[in-house]
């Protein structure tokens, strides 16, 4: 006995809601305000939409005319934005660039026609305010449902943090590998040697070409949630009963597997479209994906749907049916040391996490597109969505989504990259507020060849637009609106630019879009509008990059040392000084600025004393990474002296890192410090001026 439950949920919406008007009129009103919540055991004032993280499910019908107010009763402005929805450009939400932000103690209605259906969401668009916990769900009914099932759940998958969101990002700036003591990712040469030759090779490899060793995520999130909630049992779905699951992931920057320990999951629809069918033992949702699923609950025991944090940090469970608890055994830990070079992603067995398939070597930089590992690969263990390239291989539109071959293509290459010394990421070596918009004409076919430099995966996502994502399919190429680009690997997509106006374009990992990585796709010709002068510009430029601050001081029985440092993207500042409780000292505080990411200038002075001399100088010089990552500095000073500097840190264990330097004067230091936590380290080593000793470090 099937009934099509989203006709009676979408009934109960309108008999629940006030507001509904003249037929096919929906309407919402929400509040925006702070929330006490209390998810870890630690109370935390988070961000929330109608009281509730998720806030609530919005439903409407295909055709309806959605109109939804935000009142915000908080004391900063917010925004939301409809991600995946096809909506007028002024509907769009990102403030100042598409639609008036939703000032502190305003509010802001919303009025669009629903003109497809699926499963979407929608989050603030301000600020890291999204990780705060503004988000929620999004479901456009299709009264003709083509499947057949009990009943359904829209199941919001997020990461939660107790941490304010703009703290987390400055451990980020400070390093980029921050949180991985916390997440037990450290990838230190004690592992390294521990898993031979293939990941010494890797890391090697990676090290000659400059980059350090990978992590699938960078947050140490301190809970994973379904619904909110870290476990829970749902007592609405049957034994027996088909269910259609929309799983949404609507975190900030966590990507999820997602398996069933009843049975296998069928596919249906991929960001909220339709697409063949086909059977999955294991999904994974890239952030800011949706994937529609209908599992059966067998008809005796209770079986948990799980989703995994990638990186293996944690996880979320929801459990269905009732009777004896059938839990989704535990997934192995991705091995970090044996990923990345030489083995493509091809070399998997059974136990093999989805997230590790995405990684290619260091030695294809993304560009070479017969890497791409074929499809039949991935069915055997069913997560046919995840390797490579092809993680997207088995994907099929239910339609064709071919375009008019007669069409003009406007084919652009897009560089998706990032710096790990601050943090930065970009697109083509350049932030959001560092170049113009991508200019598009109206009725051509854009493609974009996303070519990722870098070791993190990156969730890229079109506002407004659904883009074919070509993995192989033909004519049946998905349509997407949002697409994982693997690290080191490239991957086209196109789309047909039928709308108006300025959509953005960026990484939803919260954190990268924050640091710069995004862009304005505009169908305005350049010169036709001032985007400099714009106010969107304006804002992102005072907003969005702002400068942060730090300071290690050491304390060691032979010296006192320590560095204070300052930076924004491009510019920065630093004070680096030893002193030995005497007379002699040695200074140098310097204004530097960042030109690539390898390559930088700086100026300043240099104050130094020994025993017998005082020597005070003006001086500059460049920093330039080597291979290997060691840091090389060649300096001029006012004297006319040159000196070269080499230095780099090597991670041994977990908590004990090894630093070097060396110059030219035949100075040199070799440094150990072993970190109790991420403020307090234990520190000794030799110095050729201050000599031996010991002490602890901390760090602001
Ligand atoms: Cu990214």
């Known amino acids: 006995m099937y009934k099509f439950l989203c006709v009676y949920a979408l009934r109960l919406i309108v008999l629940c809601t006030p507001g509904i008007g003249a037929a096919g009129v929906v309407s919402y009103e929400f509040d925006i305000d702070y929330l006490d919540v209390d998810i870890t055991g ?3 004032v988070a961000m929330a939409i109608d009281g509730k993280i998720p806030g609530p499910v919005i439903r409407a019908n295909l055709h309806d005319r959605l109109k939804i107010t935000f009142n915000n009763l908080m004391e900063v402005e917010t925004s939301i934005h409809w991600h995946g929805v096809l909506l007028p450009n002024d509907q769009d939400g990102v403030p100042y660039l598409t639609t008036p932000p939703i000032a502190a103690g305003g509010s802001l209605t919303f009025e669009y026609p629903v003109t497809h259906t699926g499963t979407y969401w929608y989050h603030a668009h301000t600020g890291l305010q999204e990780q705060r916990g503004i988000y929620g769900s999004l479901v456009f009914h299709n009264p003709v449902e083509a499947h057949q099932y009990d009943g359904e759940l829209v199941l919001v998958l997020s990461d939660w943090t107790n941490a304010q969101p703009g703290a987390v990002l400055r451990n980020l700036k400070r390093e980029d590998d921050y949180y991985s003591l916390k997440k037990d990712t450290v990838q230190s040469w004690r592992g390294v040697l521990q898993n031979g030759w293939p990941a010494l090779e890797n890391r090697l490899r990676g090290a000659w070409i400059r980059m350090g060793p990978m992590d699938l ?12 909630k870290q476990s829970q049992r749902d007592t609405a779905i049957k034994n027996g009963e088909r269910v259609r699951l929309r799983l949404i992931n609507a975190s900030a920057s966590s990507y999820f597997n997602v398996e069933f320990s009843g049975g296998d999951m069928t596919l249906i629809e991929a960001d909220g479209l339709p697409v063949m069918e086909e059977t999955v033992k294991r999904l994974r949702l890239a952030t800011a994906e949706t994937y529609d699923v209908i599992v059966e609950i067998p008809v005796d025991k209770q079986h948990e749907l799980r989703a ?5 940090s944690g996880y979320a469970s929801y459990y269905l049916g009732a009777g004896e608890t059938v839990p989704v055994p535990p997934m ?9 070079h030489g083995n493509h992603g091809r070399e998997r067995d ?6 590790e398939h995405n990684l290619a070597g260091h030695g294809n930089h993304g560009r070479e597109r017969d890497d791409m590992t074929p499809a039949g690969e991935h069915m055997s263990h069913g997560h046919k969505h995840a390797g490579g390239m092809s993680e997207y291989a088995g994907l099929r539109s239910k339609r ?12 652009i290459d897009l560089r998706l990259t990032g710096s790990m010394e601050r943090y930065t990421w970009s697109f083509d070596n350049k932030t959001l507020t560092e170049v113009d918009k991508i200019r598009i004409n109206q009725s051509e076919i854009v493609r974009f060849n996303l070519i990722n430099e870098t070791m993190m995966n990156h969730p890229i996502h079109l506002h407004g637009h659904f883009f074919r994502v070509l993995n192989g399919a033909g004519d049946y190429a998905p349509l997407k609106h949002t697409v994982n680009v693997p690290p080191l690997n490239t991957v086209t997509i196109e789309f047909a630019a039928d709308e108006e106006k300025d959509w953005f374009f960026h990484c939803h990992n919260l954190y990268h879009m924050r640091s710069g990585m995004a862009r304005v796709v505009s169908y305005t010709p350049a010169g036709q509008d001032d985007y400099r002068n714009s106010r969107f510009y304006q804002y992102h430029l005072e907003n969005n990059d702002p400068w942060y601050r730090f300071a290690d001081t050491s304390f060691q029985s032979h010296m006192l040392a320590g560095r204070l440092w300052a930076f924004n993207r491009r510019n920065g500042f630093a004070v680096d000084y030893d002193y030995d409780y005497g007379d002699e000292y040695d200074v140098d505080a310097v204004y530097e600025r960042q030109l690539t990411r390898f390559f930088a200038l700086y100026a300043g002075v240099g104050l ?19 291979p290997l990552l060691i840091d090389s500095e060649l300096r001029i000073d006012s004297d006319g002296h040159f000196r070269l500097e080499l230095a780099s840190a090597l991670q041994l264990t977990d908590r004990l890192r090894f630093n070097w330097d060396w110059n030219t004067e035949d100075e040199y230091r070799a440094q150990f410090s072993w970190e109790i936590n991420k403020q307090i380290v234990i520190t000794g080593g030799y110095d050729s001026d201050f000599k031996s000793g010991a002490g602890f470090e901390y760090r602001y």
């Open 42 to 44: 630690k109370p935390v």
């Open 350 to 355: 059974a136990e093999t996490p989805a997230g």
């Open 332 to 340: 192995a830990k991705p091995n970090l040391y044996l990923v990345g």
């Open 308 to 312: 995994t944090a990638t990186d293996g």
């Open 217 to 228: 995520a960078d947050v140490g999130y301190d809970a994973f949630l379904i619904n909110g």
């Open 400 to 411: 064709p989504t071919a375009f008019d071959t007669r069409r003009k293509t406007r084919e």
């Open 608 to 626: 130094e004393r020994d025993e017998t001399d005082i020597d005070n100088t003006v001086i500059a010089g460049i920093h330039y990474t080597l």
